[in-house]
């Protein structure tokens, strides 16, 4: 549909009148005729009845103008968005994130970010899932990063990046030297898991359960970095990301458990709002993201 036609549309209903309307876009009279004849063959409605020297809208008129202010008001919107995104000298940008994606990916892209729109101010929230799925569908937040959304409406969930899920135990610890999967052992041992509401907990759960493995007890810690001091001062076993325990793995602080029945994959997700206008820092942050991805 022709920009230009809408606007002459607008102006004629706005006006009542071809003559006037023609005054404001100064247009001729015949000019602004035959775009309107041309929007109304497009369209196959008439949009207009004379009533003498004036012109009224048609039942289907008034719905194209509905339209077209709506039309008039994104094409606005993209204008303004793209004109702050050139320069992008202002603004605010609100994360929220769980803790993998939080602490082990984001960093690095908020740097990015930083150091190519300085002033804009940025935070980032680390919290569990659940937390983020919740502030971001209430507006606390322009962006999330989980690793499991819940069903939440309103939202939309994009895959981010794939992630792995790996089994750590204490250095030197027996499990360290299995090779094949052993229920039996892994059920004597305490597992150290997450707050309620983690993704990484609710994932490594339903994944034990499948597997028929109950452990012997359950050490709850709040946050990763908790999890993963507990296992290395010899409390238990956990399942964390592999992102999470690079540096843990290099400086022998704890082990992987290296047996395919305990390693699974699973996808970090990034949510944002249907019905929320995105600023011009979200879309340039999101450029960052989805860079990421290719």
Known sequence: MDFQRLAVFRAVARRLSFSRAADELHLTQPAVSKHIQQLEAELGVRLFHRVGKRVELTDAGRIVADYAQRVSALT???RRVLGELEGLQRGYLRLGAGATPGLYLLPEMLARFR???PQVETTLVITNSADVTRRVSAGEFDMGFVGAPTETPGLQVRPFVGDEIVLIVPPGHPL???RAFAPDLLAQETLIVREPGSATRQIAEAHLTRLGVAPKAVLE???CEGVKRAVAAGLGVAFVSRRAVALEVAHRLVSVLEVSELHFARQLYLLTRKDARPSAAT????????KEQT
């Not at 879309?283 to 989805?290: D, K, N, P, W, Y």
């Open 283 to 290: 879309l340039a942050f999101l450029a960052i993201v989805l």
């Open 221 to 223: 810690m709040t946050g």
């Open 76 to 78: 606005e919107d993209v």
């Open 176 to 178: 360290a030297r299995q």
């Open 115 to 117: 150091k190519k729109y």
